[in-house]
């Protein structure tokens, strides 16, 4: 597993060269586009594989496989009904409102829905995502 620390810095830095007047969107569009960061593994394709274009599908692989992105924290998911559902995050270090809303939209978006999600942070390492689709 990656170091967290490093990960954070090197997050940070990032965003901040891509962006020097707005890093929260650099980050939000580097979550956003994470599976075409790997190209030689196919991500996007893999992730297709695994999750198709079922929204709920997708966002609940994401719940289940935690593990395999961090090593700290918690999040779980709460369906909403058939195209809504909600992300709650505790001891979270990456920036929720930026970070996680880009990673929501980018997995939505290949489902092929568009995605509202609302943010609601409890304090900076805390909140809950509010995810509707169409």
Known sequence: MYST???IREQATAA???S?????AALRSMWATTTKLSPLIR?????QYLVGRDPMQALGWLERNRSMMCDYGDWWMIPKGSKAASFHYVDEYTWIEHCHVGGVEGMLRRCGVSAAVTVALR???RGELQIEWE
Do not use: K
């Open 123 to 125: 304090n900076a390492y």
């Open 5 to 7: 620390r490093d990960f």
């Open 20 to 24: 020097p007047e707005d890093p929260g």
């Open 43 to 47: 991500a996007e394709g893999f992730i």
């Open 16 to 18: 901040v060269l891509l």
